[in-house]
């Protein structure tokens, strides 16, 4: 969850189905919106749930929203690549993302996206998962990025080195990582992918579990 302007957006919760997060109590997350980049278990788990017990739209591809609004979340927020949705005064942009989507079943869940979010006086990136696309660089060309949230572990998503390419492409020297360390094929070794970045001139923030801070 990212505050912004007093605005938080939740990004893809899951957090039920994760080991490591046991000790997160759901019932106490709160969020303005929540953002789904795609329709993955691993992604939209608790989406539902937090939705429900906190009134929070779910905002997310048309097919998404929609399959929400039919399971009676009404205020769901349809949108699509390119556009843009005002979520109190900051403004969320679906970017493109390479990767597949579907519901747990099985069923189409329209194509996977990330976000770029901008508040009153600063942009970030989340990417969603994805491979690297050079479409990214239309990203850096638009917004002044201040940080972005990429995956990094690779095998199904982008690896470290092209996280690394991705933050040059937006125009940015401080990442947030995610996507790591869920499932045994994308466990990372934390101290080799920081320096990794650093050598790189790039700042690596591996936020553990439940962590606060600032960036």
């Not at 993955?40 to 779910?58: T, Y």
């Not at 969603?128 to 050079?134: I, K």
Request: net charge negative; hydrophobic share 40%; charged share 20%.
């Amino acid at each position: 969850m990212v505050e912004i302007d007093d605005v938080k957006l939740l990004f893809d919760p899951f957090i039920s189905g994760n080991e490591a997060a046991a000790s997160i109590d759901i019932a106490a997350i709160k969020p303005d919106y929540i953002l789904l980049s795609h329709g993955h278990q691993d992604h939209i788990l608790d989406a539902e749930n937090i939705a429900k017990q906190s009134g929070a739209p779910i905002v997310s591809n048309f097919e998404i929203a929609s399959w929400y609004q039919g399971q009676g979340i009404d205020n769901a927020i349809p949108m699509n690549h390119g556009g843009t949705v005002d979520c109190r005064g900051v403004k969320v942009k679906m970017t493109n993302a390479v990767h597949t989507s579907s519901f747990p079943d099985g069923s189409y869940a329209g194509q996977p996206a990330g976000f770029v979010v901008k508040g009153k006086n600063k942009a970030f990136f989340y990417s969603g998962d994805t491979a690297l696309h050079t479409d990214m660089q239309l990203i850096g060309q638009s917004e002044c990025i201040c940080f972005a949230i990429l995956c990094i572990g690779d095998h199904f998503t982008m690896g470290t080195k092209d996280a690394i390419r991705a933050a040059e492409f937006v125009g940015t020297n401080k990442i947030v990582g995610m996507h790591y360390d869920t499932f045994p094929p994308i466990e990372i070794d934390h101290e080799a992918a920081i320096e990794e970045f650093k050598q790189n001139g790039f700042s690596l923030k591996l936020p553990e579990i439940g962590e606060t801070f600032s960036v």
